[in-house]
């Protein structure tokens, strides 16, 4: 039985290394056929037409046996990521049957390493996804607290404070993985922008005060569509950083051109090398490593709800003198996003 599986083989790998061979033995044949009726036609002695085949034919063979080399080191390399031999079904197509065995049995590796790291990933998200909403039964009860306390010292401004950073890091968190689960659908609707802004200053108010910064807010009397939550959270993240950064100075929100929002602070600024880097995911330059409270997600997120809003938002800074953030609510020609 071995045997014969042995001769299926070799006659196999011979019948694709013909099959290789089919059109240089064409060639040859007509190349012969042409050569033949020149010499005929001529009238030339057939010694000199004997002996150009001759020559012909030994080059041939010579090329047939290179060639055979190279093939027989491809079926040996085609074996090695395969060991499985072919069958009688196809043996024309011996190497390229163990290719596409390999190809596809790679495919199929592939997309079973794609479901189980697609199952840890949804693991973690919901592990994630019930931490967060865990960890904030303990800071709604401590925010509590504070405020059943009669006695505002500096001390209690500063637990209040901190426990709206800590608010937002988780929020930043839970909103980071519900933009990355897909096929969410927007609540698209009329959005009053200065409601949305109001909402934002009445939660930084502490924040305001605390740090002595102060603030200049025009009411814009901006009325977009758009789903208010996702505009809400992008207001919140900018006006987040912008605290971050405006020790004791000023934040402006006013109207820009059109339907623009901008958001202006005057702050420390970004420094030119680092600007083109600040919607990466990670990234947090030289503020970040000046400050402990810079986490490098915040305006990633800003840039993906405005991708996912099909608005824009756009940062111009200056460093020692401050930042201005443009949210452009206009909508844009509908394109892709990751």
Aim: hydrophobic share 40%; aromatic share 10%.
């Amino acid at each position: 039985m071995e045997s014969d599986n042995k001769r299926s083989e070799k006659w196999a790998i011979a019948k694709g290394f013909l099959k290789t061979l089919r059109p240089q033995i064409i060639l040859f044949s007509l190349y012969s056929i042409i050569f033949g009726l020149v010499y005929f036609l001529t009238y030339q002695s057939p010694r000199i037409f004997w002996t150009s085949f001759q020559i012909t034919l030994a080059v041939f063979l010579l090329s047939t046996v290179i060639q055979g080399y190279y093939y027989m080191k491809k079926v040996e390399r085609a074996k090695r990521i395969n060991d499985e031999h072919m069958t009688d079904s196809a043996p024309d197509a011996y190497i390229s049957q163990l290719y596409e065995e390999s190809y596809f049995s790679l495919i199929d590796q592939m997309k079973a390493d794609n479901r189980k790291d697609m199952e840890k990933q949804s693991d973690m998200m919901d592990y994630f996804s019930l931490w967060i909403h865990q960890i904030k039964t303990p800071v709604s009860a401590m925010s509590l607290v504070l405020q059943s306390q009669k006695e505002k010292t500096a001390a209690h401004k500063q637990l209040e404070q901190e426990l709206i950073y800590l608010n937002d890091y988780i929020h930043l968190a839970l909103n980071y993985l519900k933009l990355e689960e897909t096929g969410k659908e927007l609540e698209i609707e009329s959005v009053d922008v200065d409601s949305v802004i109001k909402t934002v200053i009445k939660k930084y108010a502490i924040v305001f005060i605390y740090n002595k910064i102060k603030l200049d807010y025009e009411p814009t009397g901006l009325i977009v569509k758009s789903d208010r939550k996702w505009v809400e959270v992008l207001i919140e993240q900018l006006m987040s950083n912008s605290l971050k950064y405006a020790k004791q100075g000023t934040i402006r929100l006013y109207a820009g051109d059109g339907k623009q929002l901008v958001i202006e602070d005057t702050g420390s600024g970004i420094s030119p090398s680092d600007l083109p880097k600040i919607f990466e995911k990670g990234y947090t330059g030289l503020n970040g490593r000046l400050h402990d409270k810079s986490t490098g997600i915040g305006l990633f997120i800003s840039r993906k709800i405005t991708q996912r809003l099909n608005i824009t938002l756009d940062i111009e800074s200056e460093l020692t003198v401050g930042t201005k953030a443009t949210i452009d609510f206009s909508q844009r020609d509908t394109v892709m996003f990751d």
